[in-house]
C-alpha cells in the first residue's frame, strides 16, 4: 500500500493523502483522472474537486501543462469511458441543474434571479418580456440611447437575457449531468442570438459591460461544452485539424463524457467563436468604461477581457496584451476596493459582484502563469471578509443600489447566491455548488472562522464590541439577541456616487437573524423616476434628516449633485458609538448606546442648525421589514412583530409628533405631502430589484431647541 504523506503538489487526485503514483504534478489532468479514476473503482470518495482548478477544459487558460503535452495524449487519457466517473457533483447540485434544465426549455426564465418571465423559443432577445414590448432593432448601437425606451419597457430586462445566464446553466447541465439536449439548445440559442444582434447593432450593443460579461459567460460556456477537452481548440484551427479530441456518444448518460465528438456541433460551435469573439473583445476594449462611469463597469469588462484572451491568445490582436490587461485591472482593484475591504461604491450587491469579477480575473491570470500582486491579492481577501462580515447571518438587506446582479451562476438557487457564497467563504463545503466550481478557498484566504459571535478583526477595528471598517464607514455589532449594521460611509464611488443613496447615520437591526429595521431597498432605475428618487433619499432611510433638505440632489438615475461630507465616526469613553455629518443646513448627530444583559439598544439623535439655515424640523422614519406587524401599546410605546420573533420600540417624550403607520392605504402623512418629498412613496421597499411591497413603519418628528437629544429605545420583547 502506498504511504500516506502529507497532501502537496504530488497528491493523488481520488486519495487526497495518498502520493501520486505517476508522481505527475496534483494539477496535471490526466493523471489525476486515472488516479481518481482507479481509486474509484475500488470506492466512491467523498471528494469534490473544483472544476476550474482540476480540469484544464474548465480552466479557463490553458497552462503550461496544455503546451506541453500533445492533445493526442490527452485524448487517449479520457477515452475508456471512465472518465464518466471524474469527481462526485452530488444530488443537490444534480437536482438543482435538472429543474433549471426543465424550466428553461419550458420557457420559464427568471430575470434578476427571482423574476419569473414566459419566454419564447428562440428568446426574442431585444425584448421586454415583462413590459410585454419587442424592441427589436438592427440601429447601429451607438445612435439608440438606452435610458429612455419607447413604450415603457426598461432596459434592465432586455440585457438579463442578453447576459447569458441561462445558457451557462445549460451547459453546466450539459458537464454534469451529460445532458445532450442541453448542450444542443445552448448552441442553437447563441447561433439565434448572433443572428438578431449584429455587432455594434440594437439595444444588446449600448452597454461595454454587457458586452464584458457576455465574454465571462462565453468562455465559461466553450469551456463547458468542451468537456474534459486537455487544452482549449484555438480561434481558427487549420483545416486539417479538428478543434479538440472528445470521446463518447450522444445521448450522454452519465456526466464527464465528451459532448462535442459530434463534427456538426463542433463545426457550429467553432463558428461561433468566430462570429462573437472578435466583435466582442474588440468592443470591450475599444469603448471600455472611463472616467465617472469606471466603477464596477470596468471590473466587468477588464474580466471579460482577460478571461476571453487568456483562453485564445489570438484574441489580443483585437484589445490589449495581458500584461496590459493585468495592470489595468490591478490598478481598479485598488481603486475600487478600500484598505480594510469595503467597495467604495457603497452598495453592498455590487460589493459582491465586484469581487467575482476580480475572482475570475484571478484564476484566469494564475491558469496563464501570470499572478497578481501581493497587495492586490490581500485587498480581495479583505474584500471577502468584507462581505461576510458586513451580510451577517440574518436576512440580506442590501445597503446602496442593488439589481440583484452576479456575474456566472455557480449557485444552486440565484434567490440566495449571496448566503451561499458566503457559507463558501466560511466553510467552503457547506456550499455544495461553489465548492463544485471553486473547490476550497486558496490558502493565505479567509481566516479560519470563530464562534458564531466573536468580531473577526481582518481589515477592522474592534472596540468596545463594535466592529469598526473606518475607511469604509461601517460599524457592526452582534450579539446573541442583536445584529446591528451602522452605516457612516461616504456618499459613492467618483464625482457621480452612481450607486449610492443617502444613507448616512442609517442603521439597520436584526433580532435573532430576523431583518426588523432595514435599507428600503432599490426597485428600479428607469421604469419609475420618482420610485427610484424616493428609495435613495434621507426620506426613506432612518438617519435624522432636516426637513425639506434637497442635499445633495438627484440630477438623474446615476448622477447626484454633489457629495455630502463623509461621516465621522467617534467611539464613547464607553460602549458607545456616535457618528455625525454636516449638511448645509446644519449637523446631524446620532449615538448608539447597548442596554445591559442584551436587553436593547437606546438611540439618541440630535439635529444643529445653522444660524443662517433657517429652520430647525427634524425627521426619523423607522421603517419595518416586509410581513412585519406594528401594534400600537401605549401612546408612545409599540410592538414590532415578524416571523415568529418581536421587539418593542419606547419614544422619548420630547419627539414633537409620533406617528405610526400601519395600513398602506392610512394616509396620515397627506398634511406633509407639500413639504416633504415623495411622502406618498412612504411605505413602500424593494426587497429585490423590479419587487416592490410595502410595510409599515414609525414616523418621528423633531421641533424647536429643546432638548438636544431625541431618544428611541429598542427592547427585547419580555419573554423573548
Not at 440632489?553 to 469613553?573: N, T, Y
Not at 409628533?657 to 398602506?664: A, F, K, Q, S, T
Not at 397627506?670 to 413639504?675: E, N, T, Y
Request: charged letters at 25%; proline letters at 7%.
Amino acid at each position: 500500500m502506498p504511504k500516506k504523506s502529507p497532501p502537496g503538489r504530488g497528491s493523488c487526485a481520488g486519495r487526497p493523502l495518498i502520493r501520486c503514483p505517476t508522481k505527475n504534478r496534483v494539477s496535471a489532468c490526466c493523471s489525476r483522472l486515472r488516479c481518481l479514476t482507479r481509486f474509484k473503482s475500488r470506492a466512491r470518495s467523498n471528494w469534490m474537486p473544483s472544476a476550474w482548478r482540476s480540469f484544464h477544459g474548465i480552466g479557463i487558460g490553458c497552462g503550461r501543462w496544455g503546451r506541453r503535452r500533445s492533445r493526442r495524449t490527452c485524448g487517449r487519457s479520457f477515452s475508456n469511458g471512465a472518465t464518466n466517473r471524474r469527481c462526485p457533483t452530488g444530488p443537490i447540485l444534480r437536482e438543482a441543474l435538472q429543474g433549471d434544465v426543465r424550466d428553461i426549455l419550458d420557457g420559464r426564465w427568471k430575470a434578476f434571479a427571482h423574476l419569473e418571465l414566459k419566454v419564447d423559443d428562440p428568446p426574442l432577445w431585444q425584448a421586454d418580456y415583462l413590459a410585454g414590448k419587442d424592441l427589436e432593432t438592427e440601429e447601429p448601437a451607438f445612435h439608440l440611447d438606452h435610458r429612455r425606451l419607447p413604450e415603457g419597457a426598461d432596459i434592465k430586462l432586455i440585457w438579463e437575457l442578453s447576459r447569458w445566464h441561462l445558457l451557462v446553466r445549460l451547459a453546466m447541465a450539459a458537464y454534469v449531468l451529460g445532458d445532450a439536449r442541453a448542450a444542443r439548445k445552448c448552441i442553437e440559442w447563441l447561433e439565434d442570438w448572433t443572428k438578431h444582434n449584429p455587432p455594434y447593432r440594437g439595444w444588446n450593443w449600448t452597454s461595454a459591460l454587457e458586452v464584458g460579461m457576455r465574454l465571462v459567460q462565453f468562455t465559461w460556456i466553450d469551456a463547458l461544452l468542451n468537456g474534459f477537452a486537455g487544452r482549449p481548440p484555438p480561434l481558427n484551427p487549420p483545416a486539417r485539424e479538428t478543434a479538440v479530441v472528445h470521446v463518447g456518444s450522444l445521448p450522454l448518460k452519465e456526466p464527464g463524457a465528451g459532448l462535442m465528438e459530434s463534427k456538426e456541433l463542433q463545426e457550429r460551435l467553432q463558428a461561433l467563436r468566430r462570429q462573437i469573439l472578435p466583435a466582442h473583445v474588440r468592443y470591450a476594449w475599444r469603448y471600455r468604461s472611463f472616467g465617472s462611469s469606471a466603477n464596477n463597469h470596468i471590473l466587468g469588462e477588464l474580466t471579460g477581457l482577460i478571461l476571453a484572451i487568456a483562453r485564445w491568445p489570438e484574441l489580443a490582436h483585437w484589445a490589449g496584451s495581458l500584461a496590459v490587461l493585468r495592470k489595468l485591472w490591478e490598478r481598479e482593484v485598488l481603486a475600487q476596493f478600500a484598505g480594510d475591504g469595503g467597495h467604495r461604491e457603497q452598495a453592498l450587491n455590487y460589493h459582491l459582484f465586484s469581487w467575482e469579477f476580480c475572482w475570475q480575473a484571478q484564476a484566469a491570470l494564475e491558469q496563464v502563469d501570470r499572478p497578481i500582486s501581493p497587495q492586490v491579492e490581500e485587498r480581495l481577501r479583505n474584500a471577502a471578509n468584507f462581505f461576510v462580515n458586513v451580510q451577517g447571518d440574518g436576512e440580506a438587506w442590501d445597503y446602496g443600489d442593488s439589481d440583484n446582479a452576479f456575474v456566472t451562476p455557480f449557485f444552486l438557487d440565484g434567490k440566495n447566491a449571496a448566503a451561499e457564497w458566503c457559507d463558501w467563504f466560511r466553510y467552503p463545503a457547506s456550499s455544495p455548488a461553489i465548492h463544485y466550481w471553486w473547490g476550497q478557498i486558496k490558502s493565505g484566504g479567509l481566516q479560519a472562522p470563530g464562534p458564531r459571535f466573536a468580531p473577526v478583526a481582518n481589515g477592522a477595528g474592534v472596540r468596545a464590541g463594535w466592529q469598526i471598517y473606518s475607511e469604509s464607514g461601517f460599524a457592526i455589532s452582534r450579539s446573541e439577541n442583536w445584529t446591528l449594521r451602522w452605516d457612516v460611509s461616504p456618499l459613492g464611488y467618483l464625482s457621480t456616487a452612481a450607486h449610492g443613496h443617502l444613507d448616512a447615520l442609517h442603521l439597520s437591526i436584526w433580532f435573532r437573524d430576523v431583518a426588523i429595521v432595514i435599507d428600503p431597498g432599490t426597485g428600479a432605475y428607469y421604469v419609475d423616476r420618482g420610485l427610484r428618487t424616493y428609495l435613495a433619499s434621507w426620506q426613506a432611510h432612518n438617519g435624522p434628516h432636516p426637513v425639506g433638505s434637497d442635499f445633495p440632489e438627484r440630477l438623474g438615475p446615476f448622477l447626484w449633485s454633489a457629495h455630502h461630507s463623509d461621516p465621522d465616526l467617534k467611539p464613547g469613553a464607553d460602549t458607545s458609538l456616535s457618528g455625525e455629518v454636516s449638511l448645509p443646513s446644519g449637523l446631524l448627530k446620532r449615538t448608539l448606546i447597548p442596554l445591559s444583559r442584551d436587553e436593547g439598544w437606546q438611540v439618541d439623535d440630535a439635529f444643529h442648525p445653522r444660524a443662517a439655515a433657517g429652520g430647525d424640523e427634524f425627521c426619523v422614519r423607522w421603517q419595518f421589514a416586509p410581513g412585519a406587524r406594528l401594534d400600537k401599546l401605549a401612546e408612545r410605546k409599540f410592538r414590532i412583530s415578524r416571523a415568529g420573533v418581536c421587539i418593542e420600540i419606547e419614544v422619548g417624550g420630547d419627539w414633537a409628533e409620533v406617528r405610526p403607520v400601519i395600513e398602506g392605504n392610512n394616509r396620515p402623512l397627506a398634511s406633509a405631502a407639500l413639504r416633504e418629498p415623495g411622502a406618498e412613496y412612504g411605505g413602500t421597499v424593494a426587497p429585490a430589484f423590479r419587487k416592490i411591497e410595502w410595510s409599515p413603519y414609525l414616523k418621528l418628528t423633531a421641533r424647536g431647541h429643546k432638548p438636544c437629544v431625541f431618544r428611541t429605545t429598542f427592547l427585547a420583547c419580555g419573554g423573548s
